[in-house]
């Protein structure tokens, strides 16, 4: 029933721009958040961005901090993260997760296919 989909990723160059979409339905009500990870070849998966559903909190990471902007759209049922000044370093794919935690840092029970982003220098 949850479904979360993650397009808007591309090839761009160094210092480059994209907006990443995060079309979601049949949330469960008790979700508190939803975050956007990412995932280079051979690394983790790591936080870049949260929102949360109740105050519309932002949070980064601070590796994409004043580069990338999360919004929403409640009305579409769609969460953006805008990325500017894409650097190499931020080839990854990209997934958009939720999470009954307003505190973003972990509880992520549905997670998105994700969608490449690759920054060329």
């Known amino acids: 029933q949850v479904r979360l989909v993650e397009s808007g990723g591309n090839l761009v160059q160094s210092g480059g721009s994209l907006r990443l979409s995060c079309a979601y339905s049949?949330?469960?009500?008790?979700?508190?958040?939803i975050g956007w990870f990412r995932q280079a070849p051979r690394r983790g998966r790591v936080g870049v961005s949260c929102?949360?559903?109740?105050?519309?909190?932002?949070s980064y990471a601070d590796s994409v901090k004043g580069r990338f902007t999360i919004s929403r759209d409640n009305a579409n049922n769609t969460v953006y993260l805008q990325m500017d000044s894409l650097k190499p370093e931020d080839t990854a794919v990209y997934y958009c997760a939720i999470t009954p935690f307003t505190d973003c840092l972990g509880g992520y029970d549905y997670w998105g296919q994700g969608t490449q982003v690759t920054v060329s220098s």
């Open positions: 049949g949330l469960p009500l008790n979700y508190a958040a």
């Open positions: 929102i949360t559903k109740g105050d519309g909190r932002k």
